[in-house]
């Protein structure tokens, strides 16, 4: 649990990196989204991790972010068209820090296979 404490803190203290690698990522076609700040201090490191992994792993030419906010509650889904795997390895914290703390957050995660591709969908209550 220590180490999942680490990464977290180490995940929040890197803000411009996420939006450097979401320029690399969407290009031209980032939008602007406006959360509380609450909300994008909970899912920051969701995102960034879900978005390097899908950078690092997945083979992917496309990767689309999408947030959706209401009173109740925030989904993040990021897909890519590539490979579509999903690895849980005990040695790594990756997703596995990610659903720690999903859990934390009283949220859920859902990985669906597309045909190519993968779709990670994350729900949090605001």
Same mark, same amino acid.
């Given at each position: 649990?220590?180490?999942?404490?680490?990464?977290?803190?180490?995940?929040?203290?890197?803000?411009?990196?996420?939006?450097?690698?979401?320029?690399?990522?969407?290009?031209?076609?980032?939008?602007?989204?406006?959360?509380?700040?609450?909300?994008?201090?909970? #899912?920051?490191? &969701? !995102?960034? *991790? %879900?978005?390097?992994?899908?950078?690092?792993? +997945?083979? =992917?030419?496309?990767?689309?972010?999408?947030?959706?906010?209401?009173?109740?509650?925030?989904?993040?889904?990021?897909?890519?068209?590539?490979?579509?795997?999903?690895?849980?390895?005990?040695?790594?914290?990756?997703?596995?820090? #990610?659903?720690? &703390? !999903?859990? *934390? %957050?009283?949220?859920?995660?859902?990985?669906? +296979?597309? =045909?190519?591709?993968?779709?990670?969908?994350?729900?949090?209550?605001?």
């Amino acid at each position: 649990m220590e180490k999942v404490r680490r990464e977290t803190l180490s995940l929040r203290s890197s803000a411009p990196d996420l939006t450097e690698l979401a320029k690399q990522v969407c290009g031209p076609r980032l939008g602007q989204v406006e959360l509380q700040v609450e909300v994008v201090e909970s #899912v920051f490191p &969701i !995102v960034l *991790e %879900l978005l390097r992994n899908a950078v690092r792993h +997945s083979g =992917a030419s496309l990767i689309n972010l999408k947030t959706f906010s209401s009173d109740a509650l925030t989904v993040i889904e990021i897909s890519d068209n590539g490979n579509g795997s999903v690895e849980l390895k005990d040695d790594r914290f990756g997703l596995i820090g #990610v659903r720690e &703390i !999903v859990s *934390e %957050l009283s949220g859920q995660i859902e990985f669906i +296979s597309l =045909a190519p591709g993968l779709l990670i969908r994350v729900s949090i209550p605001s």
